[in-house]
T-cell receptor, first 111, second 117 residues
């Protein structure tokens, strides 16, 4: 079935360093969503990308959607301890209003 | 609005016991979903519903059942609990699709942590 591969699985950074997580699909995606899950919490929607080559920013977070709409990335500039958690990408299946989630990237920030 | 609510928050079951995980949303969303999340892993879709009276299997439906008698409620039933069902269960909901390109945001409940011993 359709899969969305996400890397890395885990990253531990020093506070102030940058962080990037990547999402890849073998098929063209109509859109891609990003969610954040704090430790012990539930996934919370961050953003949706729809257009080829789209770039969106939320403060220190930069989201990109590839030109071929098969990959996406989330980049955090100058990480803070409040950024810790797991970041998931998610994309709709070809049919129905269902999402397939990447495995997530766990971010730990050392102060 | 309370959003998506789930009960209970925690539960320990013995092997072979049964239980129902409750999920309710007050956003008048048509679509509702049940996911499980194993430690350090992503979300796996168990069952979903596109409206009252309509349910369908997701990726990992074995050992579970659902019903959707109202728009608001989407309970998940575990029959004959097994240790492999130890997980965190999330319920989510979303409105009608945003069109051919956009997908509605999924709103998640706080989760139920289930341990089967």
């Amino acid at each position: 079935g359709q899969q969305v591969m996400q890397i890395p699985q885990y990253q531990h950074v020093q506070e102030g360093e940058d962080f990037t997580t990547y999402c890849n699909s073998s098929t063209t995606l109509s859109n891609i969503q990003w969610y954040k899950q704090r430790p012990g919490g539930h996934p919370v929607f961050l953003i949706q990308l729809v257009k080829s080559g789209e770039v969106k920013k939320q403060k220190r977070l930069t989201f990109q959607f590839g030109e071929a709409k098969k990959n996406s990335s989330l980049h955090i500039t100058a990480t803070q301890t409040t950024d810790v958690g797991t970041y998931f990408c998610a994309a709709p299946l070809e049919y129905g209003n269902k999402l397939v989630f990447g495995a997530g990237t766990i971010l730990r920030v050392k102060s | 609005n309370a959003g998506v609510t789930q009960t209970p928050k925690f539960r320990i079951l013995k092997i072979g016991q049964s239980m129902t995980l409750q999920c309710a949303q007050d956003m008048n969303h048509n679509y509702m979903y049940w996911y499980r999340q194993d430690p350090g892993m992503g979300l796996k879709l168990i069952y979903y519903s596109v409206g009252a009276g309509i349910t369908d299997k997701g990726e990992v439906p074995n050992g579970y059942n659902v019903s959707r008698s109202t728009t608001e409620d989407f309970p998940l039933r575990l029959e004959l609990a097994a240790p492999s069902q130890t997980s965190v269960y999330f319920c989510a909901s979303t409105g009608l699709g945003g069109g051919p390109l956009r997908t509605d945001t999924q709103y998640f409940g706080p989760g139920t942590r289930l341990t089967v011993l």
